[in-house]
């Protein structure tokens, strides 16, 4: 056994043994402090839902009941126990009565959210996908009207959570970024969403909270995962082939669109109260005695639509979610054709840019506001849609705004934030 004057020595002949014990030793006390952190944040999320928990209600109130839609597969898998270890301790200890639906297989949630009975909120656990599922399957409903009221919260547990720049502050940690997001459902706050009804010429409308893609970007950007083996040169990798194959890549369609609608004023959320019997009995004999005139009907304007040819090398349609204005006065979706003349260096350079931002506007191209546009293919078109980050086949399509149609919860923070840049 070596002594202390002999370890160094010791040490110094097996450097290797020892770089690796160090690095092991290094690894095995960063895991600890991030596990026992990871703990804390937890404990903290969990006592602050003790506080809505331990609210009282009267005896004849009902509990809120909320109803989770959770995919299990985001994430590659994770998402079921990211969900369970995270998010499910504070929605139980808040006093909801929690429903958790799982999906089993793409698109169930569509079929389950019209058999969905009366919900007070509705939670999204997963990611872009999983969002673009529930809202498409409750905006089809026959009563969607009605449906469409219920305040939804979106706890991001995907591999793409668009939304999640929108609705809460940026976190580094996973713990805390979705602690807070179940969170923020607690705490009430709402801002409100623009939605895009993509219809075809026969499918049923799918909807979209943050937009639209056809295109080279797109159609190489889906295929970089092929590429896994080539690590972070994996999406170069996947746009350079993509040259490859035909060069220059260009999309040939016609575009018909309106212009931005101005906003109307914002319904009041509480319904004022009903007045005494005897003004209602009032008004009743005032129009029985008084009856209004009848008005001759106008004949509604002709919609004014503009004419475009394309030829891109992407076409893309996205919402105002990504930076939410909460006073502007018109409402509108960004339309953006990219120039078709693109050299395959910026095609590469701009692919990677467009795998991190893929709504991105580079300069250059020619940049639309509508509220409603009709985009005509060709035959046999190449490519895909992608809506939401979810792959469609690219067909004739009519795309309508529907301006603040949902009601997403988020962070206090960020809703004051915004509120302040508006000011400003």
């Known amino acids: 056994m070596a002594g202390p004057g002999g370890l160094l020595p010791t040490l110094r002949r097996h450097w290797k043994k020892t770089a690796l014990a160090a690095g092991l030793l290094g690894w095995g006390a960063s895991w600890m402090h991030g ?9 903290a999320a969990c006592q602050e839902a003790e506080v809505f928990g331990n609210q009282l209600i009267p005896s004849s109130m009902p509990l809120k009941k909320a109803t989770v839609f959770l995919n299990p597969a985001a ?14 301790p504070i929605l139980h200890l808040s006093g909801l009565d929690v429903t958790v639906v799982k999906t089993d297989y793409e698109g169930q949630a569509k079929k389950l959210l019209e058999l969905m009975e009366n919900t007070d909120l509705i939670i999204i656990a997963g990611g872009d996908g999983t969002v673009q599922e529930v809202i498409t399957g409750l905006l089809r409903r026959a009563d969607e009207a009605a449906f469409s009221k219920i305040p939804i919260g979106f706890i991001p547990l995907g591999k793409t959570c668009t939304l999640s720049h929108t609705l809460y502050p940026e976190s580094m940690n996973q713990v805390q970024h979705i602690t807070n997001a179940t969170l923020a459902i607690l705490k009430g706050e709402t801002v409100p969403l623009d939605v895009l009804q993509i219809k075809g010429e026969k499918e049923q409308p799918v909807f979209a909270v943050t937009g639209l893609r056809w295109g080279s970007y797109r159609d190489a950007g889906a295929k970089a995962s092929k590429y896994w083996y080539l690590g972070p040169l994996k999406t170069k990798a996947a746009h350079f082939f993509s040259t490859l194959k035909e060069w220059p890549q260009k999309r040939q369609a016609d575009l018909m669109y309106l212009g931005p609608t101005e906003r109307p004023p914002e319904e009041p959320e509480e319904k004022p109260s009903r007045p005494p019997l005897y003004v209602r009995l009032y008004r009743r004999l005032r129009l029985y005695w008084s009856p209004p005139r009848k008005e001759i009907p106008q004949e509604a304007a002709p919609e004014d ?26 409402d509108f979706m960004d339309i953006c054709i990219e120039a078709d003349t693109v050299s395959k260096g910026q095609f590469m350079n701009r692919g990677s840019q467009k795998m991190r931002d893929p709504h991105t506007c580079p300069e250059g191209s020619q940049c639309i506001q509508a509220s409603r546009c009709i985009l005509q293919l060709p035959e046999g078109a190449e490519g895909s849609f992608g809506i939401d980050n979810e792959e469609y086949e690219a067909m004739p399509v009519e795309v309508k705004l529907l301006p603040r149609k949902l009601r997403f919860f988020c962070d206090p923070r960020m809703r004051e934030q915004m509120l302040r840049a508006a000011v400003q």
């Open 75 to 88: 994430c590659k898998g994770k998402a079921r126990n990211l969900f369970e270890k995270n998010a499910a």
């Open 305 to 330: 639509w503009e004419e475009l040819k394309l030829s891109t090398i992407e076409f893309s349609i996205a919402t105002q979610n990504r930076q939410l204005d909460l006073t502007r006065t018109e």
């Open 35 to 43: 596990r026992h952190r990871d703990n804390l944040l937890r404990r």
